[in-house]
C-alpha cells in the first residue's frame, strides 16, 4: 500500500493485515480499520495531503473511510480501482 500518510511529501511503507484488519504504517502509526474480506485502498480521500485509511467491503460493495465517510457504491463482484 502506498501513501503520504505523515504529509511530508513522501510515500510511506505501510501494510494491510487481513487477518486482524490492522493498517501498520512504518514509524506512524497503527490502526485498525477494516475486516477479513475488505480491500484496503490508498489514496486521500479527506481532501488534505494525507493519505486516509479506507477499505472497500465486497460483500456489501460499501466503502469506509475512517472518519471520513461510509458509501455504498459497487456490488458484489465489482473490483475498486
Wanted: aromatic letters at 16%; proline letters at 6%; glycine letters at 18%.
Amino acid at each position: 500500500m502506498a501513501g503520504d500518510f505523515n504529509a511530508d511529501g513522501r510515500s510511506d511503507f505501510a501494510v494491510w493485515r487481513p487477518g486482524n484488519g490492522v493498517w501498520y504504517v512504518l514509524g506512524i502509526a497503527t490502526q485498525q480499520w477494516g475486516v477479513a474480506g475488505d480491500v484496503p485502498m490508498g489514496g486521500d480521500f479527506g481532501g488534505d495531503p494525507r493519505a486516509d485509511f479506507v477499505v472497500w467491503r465486497p460483500s456489501n460493495g460499501t466503502w469506509y473511510g475512517l472518519n471520513l465517510f461510509t458509501t455504498q457504491w459497487g456490488t458484489a463482484g465489482d473490483i475498486p480501482v
